[in-house]
């Protein structure tokens, strides 16, 4: 079945470092690739969405590209900071169970001042 | 101003007693969810409503119920509540049943049952 991957639990950076996190995903379908965030104390929103027919989405700085041979959704960020603190998930639209979402596991920014 | 509300924000009960999460939305949106977040785990999917039908319920246990009053509300009622039941509860919402590519997220409420 559908599924993500997100390998990274927590990722510790500095202000004005790069931000790479993985997410890989399997799926038959075309897929629908989302980035979410959750800061501490709310529950997640939306960061990003990539579908084929874009490849890329970019928001607040962030950006994720789909890449349909590596079958992978990395997010990218040039230069974090402390604001950035929180947990990514990436996530997948199950197209075959009713769109819902598969989650990843998230991964914990945690960026020091 | 949030637009989803969820009460109340932390909630503390015992084992075996009842409790309601309570969940209103002001998006004008005609689909609604429920998912539970636990330590290490990802987002679990509970149920979805549409238009104030239960269309998907992926909670095995009768436990736990969720209560549609009116078409912005998705109140979550459990009953012979456990520790394990101890998770912080996201209510969600999105356009339609199909539109979850773009769910909007309450604050959640975070259940302790001790």
């Known amino acids: 079945g559908d599924s993500v991957t997100q390998k990274q639990g927590q990722v510790t950076l500095s202000e004005d470092d790069f931000l790479f996190i993985n997410c890989t995903y399997s799926t038959t379908t075309y897929p629908t690739l989302l980035w979410y965030v959750q800061y501490l104390g709310q529950g997640p929103q939306l960061l990003l969405k990539v579908t084929t027919a874009n490849n890329k989405g970019i928001s607040r700085g962030f950006e994720a590209t789909y890449d349909k041979g590596t079958t992978s959704f990395h997010l990218q960020k040039a230069s974090v900071q402390e604001s950035d603190s929180a947990v990514y998930f990436c996530?997948?639209?199950?197209?075959?169970?009713?769109?819902?979402?598969?989650w990843g596991l998230g991964t914990s920014l945690v960026v020091n001042p | 101003d949030p637009k989803i509300i969820q009460k109340p924000k932390y909630l503390v009960a015992v084992t075996g007693s009842e409790k309601i999460l309570i969940c209103e939305q002001y998006l004008g949106h005609n689909a609604m969810y429920w998912y539970r977040q636990s330590a290490k785990k990802p987002l679990e999917f509970m149920f979805s409503?549409?238009?104030?039908?239960?269309?998907d319920n992926q909670t095995a246990s009768s436990r736990f119920q969720p209560q549609s009053s009116k078409k912005n509300h998705l109140d979550l009622q459990i009953t012979a509540l456990k520790p394990d039941d101890s998770a912080t509860y996201f209510c969600a919402s999105s356009q339609d049943q199909g539109a979850q590519n773009t769910l909007y997220f309450g604050a959640g409420t975070r259940l302790s049952v001790l």
């Open positions: 996530a997948l639209v199950n197209v075959g169970d009713n769109s819902k979402l598969i």
């Open positions: 409503y549409s238009y104030q039908k239960l269309m």
